[in-house]
């Protein structure tokens, strides 16, 4: 899909992916090497890392692969410190990484709400802070945050996760205003339906006898306008657009990319 950018729109950037090894991170680092970009990956899961960076290497770009927990401000600061000694500098901060399950908020723990609270939101923030002065340095520095269109109604079982990406949204929109006039733009955007194995995961219902809708094009037909379920590579896509000269004079939005599903809400 990265044919519709023209070859290396992207080179002599730099960016850091974070849940770069898996999903939808990883079909986003895809995209930005393969138009150019030298690209670093971080994860806590280190087994996810190499086998993602070998594959990325493909491109011919510098990749590298960095051991990060996005919830502890330290280790965010020493990854982007990693990306500037390795890559030289650092241009596109994509924050990706993110917690979700089902969990009924009458009994939702408080170690359960933290885990979720502090990955999509506080490591949102612990990111975008360490990378601050790279991006400013860069003279175009760029954040986009993934965030998530549930908390826009209401999802029930899912409190910890929408008021994290609540929290995103408005740490993107004061990000933007507040670091505009340092040249670095802000965005974010909002996925809808992707089944990847981490989303399969989150989204499957407590309910053994529930359905596999991720497993039913029909119902991605019956319920999504666009007809389809999304890939990493539609956010992919998006990002790469908000990462070129294109996204020069945009800053502050999120931007939904879902193939209109969740205005339909649903339908059927």
């Known amino acids: ?30 995209t930005l090497a393969s138009l ?19 594959a990325l290497r493909r491109h011919g770009t510098r990749v590298i692969a960095v051991e990060t927990n996005v919830r502890e401000p330290e280790s965010a600061r020493r990854a982007v410190e990693r990306v500037t000694a390795e ?31 502090e990955t999509d939101l506080y490591g949102t923030f612990f990111c975008s802070q360490a990378a601050y002065p790279a991006l400013r340095a860069s003279g175009a520095g760029r954040v986009i945050s993934i965030s998530m269109t ?13 008021a994290a990406k609540a929290g995103v949204d408005a740490l993107t929109r004061t990000l933007a205003l507040e670091w505009a006039p340092d040249g670095i733009r802000v965005n974010a955007i909002a996925p809808g339906p992707i089944p990847t194995e981490g989303v399969k995961q989150a989204f499957t219902p407590p309910d053994a006898a529930a359905p596999d809708v ?6 991605a037909r019956r319920t999504i ?6 890939t990493p590579e539609d956010i992919g896509q998006m990002v790469a657009y ?12 999120i931007f939904v990319v879902d193939g209109g599903a969740w205005l339909a809400g649903g339908r059927e």
Request: proline share 7%; net charge neutral; no cysteine.
């Open 242 to 253: 908000l990462a070129s000269p294109a996204g020069d004079w945009i800053t502050g939005q």
């Open 214 to 219: 991720f497993g039913m094009e029909s119902y």
């Open 1 to 30: 899909m990265s044919g519709v950018f023209r070859p290396e729109l992207l080179a002599g950037r730099v960016a850091l992916v974070t849940g770069g090894g898996t999903g939808i991170g990883r079909g986003v680092a895809e």
């Open 87 to 117: 890559l030289g500098r650092l241009d596109l901060l994509v924050n990706n990484a993110a917690g979700n399950f089902y969990a009924p908020t009458a009994t939702l723990s408080p170690n359960a709400w933290r885990a979720v609270v």
């Open 150 to 162: 549930l908390h826009y109604r209401g999802w029930p079982q899912m409190a910890h996760a929408t």
């Open 225 to 230: 306008p666009g007809g389809r379920w999304g």
């Open 36 to 54: 150019g970009a030298d690209v670093a990956i971080a994860s806590r899961k280190p087994a996810h890392l190499e086998p993602a960076a070998d």
